[in-house]
Nanobody, 109 residues
C-alpha cells in the first residue's frame, strides 16, 4: 500500500513537502510518480522518478517542484516551492498500478 501525506493550506509563494510511504518491497525496485487532480479537472501528471533517480516533470511545475526518494526508508517526496493557486489539488502518488489515497493541497491567501 501507499500512504501519501504532507498536504495542507499554504499561502501563494509558500512551500510544502509531500511524502509517499510504501510498504513491502515494491518501492525500491520501481519508479514513483506524483499526479494531481483539481476540482472538475482530470488527473494530471506532475513528476516522476525512476528507481535509479532519473526525474521528469510536467512543464507547469518545472523549476518549482522537486521529486526525490529514499529507498532505505521506502519513501518518496515531492518538495513544492513557489506554490500558486493553480497548484491547488488532491495529490496522489503512484507506483506501478498502486495509488496512494491522496493528500489535499490548497494554495490560498
Amino acid at each position: 500500500q501507499l500512504q501519501a501525506s504532507g498536504g495542507g493550506l499554504v499561502q501563494p509563494g509558500g512551500s510544502l513537502r509531500l511524502s509517499c510511504a510504501a510498504s513491502g518491497t515494491i518501492f525500491s525496485l520501481n519508479s514513483l510518480a506524483w499526479y494531481r487532480q483539481a476540482p472538475g479537472k482530470q488527473r494530471e501528471f506532475v513528476a516522476y522518478i525512476s528507481s535509479s533517480g532519473t526525474t521528469n516533470y510536467a512543464d507547469s511545475v518545472k523549476g518549482r517542484f522537486t521529486i526525490s526518494r529514499t529507498n532505505a526508508k521506502n519513501t518518496g517526496y515531492l518538495q513544492m516551492n513557489s506554490l500558486k493557486a493553480e497548484d491547488t489539488a488532491v495529490y496522489y502518488c503512484k507506483i506501478k498500478d498502486f495509488w496512494g489515497q491522496g493528500t489535499q493541497v490548497t494554495v490560498s491567501s
